[in-house]
């Protein structure tokens, strides 16, 4: 354990960052005479300049006296110890987590302990983490780093390594090898050989983790600036092969190049992966990983579209503004980063210069046709909307509420 004091410049800006309702936490948590420190991610963020996440607090006391000692407390994990406590009023009320320090036992699920053990040290409970630069706690009150396994000393060396044995620690939860690849790939670290050479054998039990904990995991990491080197180790280690088999078959490394080289958008850079498989089974892909409704039909949007223009080559003005017209007016710079230079340029164009391209781009609606054709609500309104916008995409510039009335007269007058 270190104890350097907030004098050094690190810790003096982790000890800032410590939110006021997380050390009012650890303050009557140490009056009441029990350990209480904040730990994981935010210190390790805190520590390295980066916006922590979520601030956590783990202590000595039990469950039971966590809830004596605060008002309003929530049992939100209480099997694992874990409660939440409120602090604060009206706008300034927060809820953090407090869990008890815990052992932990066998992992039968591969994600959740099957027994904790509470009364054990902290520096027990942070060897049950999963990576050395996680595994890092900060006593607000005393000012004192807690790093018993040199977490400090890897984030220096922009390491990552896992706590204990690695085969052991992703034996737990199969989900944790993922997460390896996503702290690489957003933490700007290198991975452990010893860690990465663990990971192959945990694949077992990555395929027991929900489909819907490796999504989340999946689109933070295609999030990142470095998925490139994320997504690299995902593919030597087999985990890409296990999470996404439609890319069995396909260049791997040109799919990793593309993904890399995209916007950093989890949504363009899983299109980008995925632009050489058929739209069809990128849909089932999305499905398995329980991705959500319209993120899939963005995806899937976005990959049919592209592949169509690859396929193309020189797509015309007119093609390229019905794909915008699928895919949305606000998907033209996506779009463009998954196509060559060429049609990626007239895309940006088409859609800079508010070419319509869809049916409520028309100069016209359903009542002008209506009124126009003295028709009332039917199937024909359609087909005059889908004729007018066939027309107006070939040449904007018919878009003019007479020019499109007179197409009207001359197709659809009886």
């Known amino acids: ?51 922590p996440g979520d601030w956590d607090v783990a202590t000595s006391a039990t469950p039971d006296a966590v809830t004596a000692l605060f008002k309003g407390t929530r049992p939100t994990g209480i099997e694992h110890g874990t409660v939440t406590v409120r602090v604060g009023r009206g706008a300034e009320r927060h809820a953090i987590e407090v869990t008890t320090f815990r052992g932990e036992g066998a992992y039968s699920d591969a994600r959740r302990p099957d027994q904790v053990t509470f009364g054990v040290s902290l520096e027990e409970d942070m060897a049950r983490r999963d990576f050395v630069v ?52 957003c933490l700007d670290l290198e991975i452990d050989p010893g860690t990465e050479a663990a990971i192959p054998g945990a694949l077992p039990s990555l395929a027991r983790v929900s489909r819907e904990r490796v999504r989340v995991e999946l689109v933070k990491l295609l999030g990142c600036g470095a998925a490139g080197r994320g997504l690299a180790i995902a593919e030597r280690t087999g985990i890409l092969a296990q999470v996404l088999p439609e890319l069995a078959g396909q260049d791997v490394a040109e799919a990793r190049a593309r993904a890399a080289a995209a916007p ?63 895919v949305g007016r606000e998907a033209a710079a996506d779009l463009g980063a998954l196509v060559p230079a060429a ?71 009886a």
């Open 1 to 51: 354990m270190s104890g350097q004091g907030v004098a050094d410049p690190d810790l003096a800006r982790l000890d800032r960052a410590v939110p006021w309702a997380v050390r009012e936490v650890c303050r009557r948590l140490g009056e009441a005479g029990h350990q209480a420190v904040t730990v994981g991610g935010a210190v390790r963020d805190a520590l390295i300049g980066r916006a």
């Open 134 to 185: 996680n595994a890092m706690a900060y006593d607000p009150i005393a000012e004192r780093l807690i790093d018993p396994f040199g977490g400090r000393d890897d984030l220096a060396a922009r390491r990552l390594r896992a706590v204990g044995e690695p085969a052991r620690r992703f034996a737990e939860d199969g989900l944790r090898i993922v997460r390896a690849v996503r702290f690489v790939a």
């Open 264 to 326: 950093a958008d989890s949504g363009v850079r899983m299109a980008a992966l995925l632009l050489a498989v058929k739209a069809e089974r990128v849909d089932a892909a999305l499905r398995r990983l329980t991705y959500s409704n319209a993120e899939r039909s963005r995806v899937v949007g976005l990959v049919s579209e592209a592949a169509a223009m690859v396929a193309a080559g020189s797509p015309g003005d007119a093609d390229l503004r019905r794909a915008l017209g699928r």
């Open 343 to 413: 049609p990626a340029e007239r895309l940006r164009a088409i859609a800079a210069a508010g070419d319509p391209i869809a049916i409520g781009d028309l100069a016209v609606g359903g009542g002008d046709i209506m009124r126009l054709l003295g028709v009332g609500p039917g199937p024909i309104i359609g087909r005059a909307l889908e004729f007018l916008l066939d027309r107006v995409l070939a040449d904007p510039s018919l878009n003019a509420r007479e020019v499109l009335e007179r197409m009207l007269r001359d197709e659809f007058a």
